[in-house]
């Protein structure tokens, strides 16, 4: 069902359009004739960025790293250049963008970590097949706060159509909100235990490496599971503040 | 290689500059103006006017007169009507398509009217090299700026614009932006600046970083349906129900509907309109003024209403307000508080306003730089990008960001982002499609940019056609679609069968734009054209130099007349030839004759010739301007 992920793992050399000279793929200009390389198919942001495969990232040197590449290849200073360096610097810096938005967040940084790693991706709203799966599916850890959820949202659900108060439904609604806060905060602290975790595993066996990557990915489909919670929560809320009409989307 | 500009194109106003010397400095006509107003009017004989002959002709002919015209670009016939009610010129066009704006028996796109405004620029930036002695004054390629919160298709329109008008668009910047270039010149400091830009159309809120030169915009909202404009459709509307006679209460309900011609029609909306536009700009100085509008046809019995500042904030304070959401939403994105905020600047004409100011500096818990002309800084900062971009300087690099996510509409019609708002652009997104058939080679995707859930909800820009799929069973081809947003803000598409490694070909329908063959049409048609604008141009060459000369002549007779020096200045006779060449100048200036305004301009030199050489011995030397001395 799933097709096979898009190769993300780059080539192990680039070939320079200008001079023909082979260059190591985490250069961004030939180390021969010194113009800028043609992106290929790059997959790793650590590298573009220099940096290694870790988790803990010093942000400010992360934001230096950008400014100083978004100074070497953005289109601003290929204005003159011939059509295969414009294009090359058009995808550098798109890619350096994408890369610098990807590692800046904690989050996205795991999952481009997972990525590269060769795990499967850890977003429920992957739809590159538009199959939709992983949203039906309660991680086991979560099984008695969803179950719970369900319960008092029906119930509010019912309420607000036979037109109890809004306000005690909001209260409600609070309510059954902070469970579902406090998990989500003690994964915000698991998440950063097993990145610090990974950090030291450097030299570590492949198994042991694996096992954190495996925690990490559950971590993450925990957290993209809470926050559809939420999400259904402050839905709810806004359908009260309609003042007990249905909310309007009968669009599809 | 042709001269490079910057230019902004506004609602109201527009303005060119360039660099001299390593110091951007903005273009201007004879008389020292460096705005032309964004106004259009076409003769009878389909001469076209642009700039101040335009908006003269607004009140001798408004229904053949276009102003605000960005307001329509890249918009679509649904979009505007609400603006359309109290405009003099026709707007129409099919549901779903562009905006046809009428004039006379004509018809225009908004790209070309915004291109009859580029060519003014052109040409009076053209002129300034000429004069300047250079051999090789030709404009051919301009950075052209745009509200930061343009989508897709305003900037692709803007594009269109300049391509029509004979311009190779170099690159389309965000206004607030360019103007945080045009300050980071003076100050090479580092830190986090909000630029607050009001203008005649359009509210945009920036929120940068600037570091070591690195201009980095962290996030950008707006409204491109809030301005000057807006305010003064209010204080029209009001003028109009007190004229209905509904006076009592102010505004009546009945204006708020926005649709109800005046008993004068157009032109009594351009003399209503003028006479509060007045009177908005008393009070960014006064505290009390009045809309005073004669009585003439349009507006038989005239009309007065004393109005206060205090007034006057009550009626715009919801308009103002508005801008407040923008401004937090984009402090959020950033993920800053009002009290990171280092540098507030303002932008824009509405900005002199003194309720705006406060209401900024009230947001941002510090008061607002304005030390640049807030009409100028724009421009300004346009012609730096434009700098940068021919020399490859590189001490500033500006990164500006996509205001809106892009995205693709997916099974029962939500939308998939693609790329999310607030990204650095360049930027690109891929997403993987299949076929759903056996052996189907086609696959249709419909592109949208908004951040609601529902592609109903947002903007379409384009469907795309993906042709060339090889023939396989359902499922099994895979379509990678890569989405490119260059550093315009404009987005490409290509696609490619990953299996196979075959690129596909993609039709681009826009939504609400210009396809390639209509603009290469266009470009065609101008030049048939060409010939009476061309007459038209020199009509109005002829007028701005006579202006200039009646200019710099009642400048000196009025200096005169202050220093009681007339005696020892004037000759006998001379000042009543003087006054006679004026009143005759005057007097062939409201017609359409070019030699007409020349021979009596050329009489106007001559008579005063004396008079510059005395008063340029009494050191007024300055008072002549510079341009009529060298003519003399």
């Known amino acids: 069902m799933t097709p096979d992920p898009i190769p993300l793992r780059s080539p192990s050399t680039l070939e320079c359009r200008n001079c023909g000279a082979g260059a190591p793929v985490d250069e961004h200009f030939c180390p021969q004739c010194s113009r800028i390389l043609a992106l290929g198919r790059h997959g790793d942001y650590f590298s573009f960025l220099g940096l290694p495969r870790k988790l803990v990232i010093d942000s400010n040197d992360l934001e230096r790293r950008f400014r100083d590449l978004s100074r070497k290849f953005h289109p601003d200073y290929f204005y003159n250049a011939a059509p295969t360096e414009r294009l090359a610097s058009l995808e550098r810096s798109s890619y350096l963008n994408d890369a610098y938005r990807a590692l800046k967040n904690p989050v996205s940084r795991v999952e481009h970590l997972l990525a590269i790693e060769g795990l499967p991706s850890a977003r429920s709203e992957d739809a590159s097949t538009g199959s939709g799966q992983a949203a039906g599916k309660v991680p086991p850890s979560l099984l008695e706060e969803v179950f719970a959820l369900n319960e008092e949202l029906d119930e509010i659900r019912e309420l607000r159509e036979s037109g109890e108060d809004p306000d005690k439904l909001r209260a409600r609604l609070e309510r059954a909100r902070a469970p579902i806060d406090v998990k989500r905060d003690e994964h915000e602290r698991q998440l950063q235990e097993l990145s610090v975790r990974w950090d030291s595993q450097e030299h570590a066996a492949v198994a042991e490496k694996r096992a954190t990557l495996d925690a990490l990915r559950e971590r993450l489909l925990e957290r993209n599971y809470i926050n559809n919670l939420l999400a259904t929560i402050e839905r709810e809320v806004a359908s009260l503040a309609g003042s007990g009409q249905p909310a309007a989307g009968s669009h599809g | ?632």
Request: charged share 30%; net charge negative.
């Open chain 2, 1 to 632: 290689m042709g001269k490079v500009v910057g230019i902004d194109l506004g609602t109201t106003n527009s303005l060119v500059a360039y660099v001299d010397e390593g110091r951007p400095v903005v273009m201007r006509d004879e008389s020292g103006d460096a705005l032309v107003p964004s106004v259009v009017s076409l003769d009878e004989d389909g001469t076209i006017f642009v700039g101040r002959e335009a908006q003269r002709r607004l009140l001798a002919a408004p229904s053949r007169s276009v102003y605000s015209v960005k307001r329509f670009m890249g918009r679509g016939i649904d979009d505007v009507r609400g603006d359309a009610g109290l405009l003099p010129f026709r707007v129409s066009g099919e549901a779903g398509g562009v905006v046809r704006i009428g004039v006379g028996d004509r018809e225009f796109t908004p790209p070309e009217i915004s291109a009859f405004v580029l060519r003014e620029l052109k040409h009076r930036a053209e002129e300034h090299f000429r004069k300047q002695g250079e051999f090789d004054f030709e404009v051919d390629r301009a950075v052209i700026t745009v509200p930061a919160y343009f989508n897709d298709a305003q900037r692709t329109a803007t594009r269109d614009a300049g391509r029509l008008a004979g311009l190779e668009v170099l690159r389309i910047i965000n206004e607030p932006t360019a103007a945080s270039l045009a300050y980071g010149l003076d100050k090479r400091n580092r830190g986090t600046i909000a630029v607050y830009d009001l203008g005649g159309g359009t509210f945009d809120i920036s929120i940068l970083k600037v570091e070591d030169g690195v201009f980095q915009v962290l996030s950008t909202n707006g409204d491109t349906h809030l301005g000057g404009d807006d305010i003064d459709r209010l204080l029209v509307e009001m003028v109009i129900s007190d004229l209905a006679g509904s006076g009592a209460g102010g505004r009546g309900a009945g204006a708020a509907e926005g649709q109800m011609p005046p008993e004068g029609g157009p032109a009594a909306i351009e003399v209503i309109r003028r006479a509060v536009i007045q009177a908005k700009w008393d009070l960014s100085d006064v505290e009390e003024t009045e809309i005073r509008v004669e009585p003439s046809p349009a507006v038989r019995a005239g009309y007065r209403r004393r109005i206060t500042r205090a007034d006057f904030e009550r009626i715009i304070r919801p308009l103002v307000d508005r801008t407040l959401e923008p401004c937090r939403q984009a402090l959020a994105d950033a993920g800053l508080e009002p009290k990171d905020i280092d540098e507030a600047v303002l932008v824009g004409g509405s900005t002199r306003i003194p309720l705006v100011r406060r209401v900024v500096e009230e947001l941002f818990e510090r008061k607002p730089h304005s030390e640049i002309n807030p009409d100028e800084v724009v421009a300004l900062g346009a012609a730096v990008q434009a700098d940068i971009l021919v020399s490859g300087r590189r001490e500033m690099l500006l990164l500006d960001v996509t205001p809106l996510s892009l995205g693709i509409e997916t099974m029962g019609g939500v939308v998939s982002k693609i790329i999310v708002r607030n990204s650095t652009i360049p930027a690109s997104g891929r997403e993987m499609f299949t076929t759903g058939v056996d052996n189907q080679t086609g696959v249709d995707i419909h592109v949208l940019q908004g951040e609601r859930e529902l592609a109903a909800d947002c903007r379409s820009l384009a469907h795309l056609h993906l042709r060339g799929i090889p023939p396989m069973v359902a499922g099994l081809p895979r379509i990678e679609v890569r989405f490119q947003i260059d550093a315009n803000g404009i987005l490409s598409v290509a696609a490619r069968e990953l299996r196979t490694g075959i690129e596909q070909t993609i039709e681009v329908k826009p939504s609400y734009g210009l396809t390639d063959q209509e603009v290469e049409r266009m470009l065609i048609e101008s030049f048939e054209h060409a010939e009476a604008d061309f007459e038209a141009r020199l009509l109005i060459d002829a007028r701005n130099e006579a202006e200039s000369v009646i200019h710099a002549t009642e400048k000196v007779l009025r200096r005169a007349d202050l220093d009681g020096v007339a005696s020892e200045l004037f000759e006998p006779g001379e000042r009543e030839r003087i006054d006679a060449a004026l009143a005759g100048l005057k007097f062939v200036m409201a017609g359409t004759s070019r030699q007409a305004v020349h021979d009596w301009t050329h009489a106007l030199n001559n008579v005063t010739r004396h008079l510059a050489e005395v008063t340029m011995n009494r050191t007024v030397r300055e008072a002549l301007a510079g341009k009529n001395v060298k003519d003399v």
